[in-house]
């Protein structure tokens, strides 16, 4: 069970209309590497986590991952608010206006709509975790990229905080591995799937 707290994991106070950052930080919430992803991916792999302390990661990170989900939809809400359709700024965020007006939806920085295709559920531990770190990567590699194009401090400073928690993400993944590799050695199963080869 989720318990939902009013409060951002980290505030967010955007002063100014910035439709083209927006058009960057939008693949954060509906892209490839966003926190819709990450959240149900992590959410769905620990059903098949033989392991109880690996679920436990698995669910904390996942419902981490919907905060920050919530976070990137503040962001791009607080940058496009107060958007007309004849703003000059308007940019490479005119498409998206044309679809969503000013409404958060899932959709990458290049206008693809979220997909469950972007998310790796196989059932089996190592597999699984060796995916989540790989997507943690990906994710701190689309807010270093973020990063490199925001002009906005207010809009960089929380884009540092997601930043940074994708690096714990990683390491929490990897100490996971090393869990999971200790575990399986211990019952012979040498990495593959403790639940099919017993």
């Known amino acids: 069970m989720f318990v939902y707290e009013k409060k951002l994991q980290y505030p967010i106070r955007i002063k100014n209309t910035n439709p083209q950052l927006a058009s960057f930080i939008i693949s954060q919430y509906g892209g490839p590497d966003g926190e819709l992803g990450a959240s149900l991916r992590y959410l769905s792999q620990r059903y098949a986590m033989p392991y109880p302390e690996l679920k436990a990661v698995l669910t904390d990170i996942g419902v981490e991952e919907l905060g920050h989900l919530e976070m990137i939809g503040t962001l791009v809400h607080q940058l496009t608010r107060k958007l007309s359709p004849d703003d000059p700024r308007m940019g ?13 939806y899932p959709v990458a920085a290049s206008g693809s709509p979220w997909s469950a295709d972007y998310i790796g559920v196989k059932g089996d531990v190592i597999c699984d975790l060796t995916e989540d770190m790989a997507a943690e990567q990906k994710a ?10 925001s002009d906005d401090p207010d809009v960089s400073d929380v884009i540092r905080f997601l930043r940074e928690r994708e690096v714990v993400h990683f390491q929490r993944f990897g100490e ?9 050695d211990q019952k012979n199963v040498y990495f593959t799937n403790p639940i099919l080869d017993k």
């Open 92 to 104: 490479n965020f005119a498409p998206y206006f044309t679809d969503h007006g000013v409404g958060v």
């Open 140 to 149: 701190r590699v689309t807010y270093d990229n973020i990063l490199r194009q």
């Open 176 to 184: 996971a591995v090393r869990l999971a590799k200790e575990k399986m």
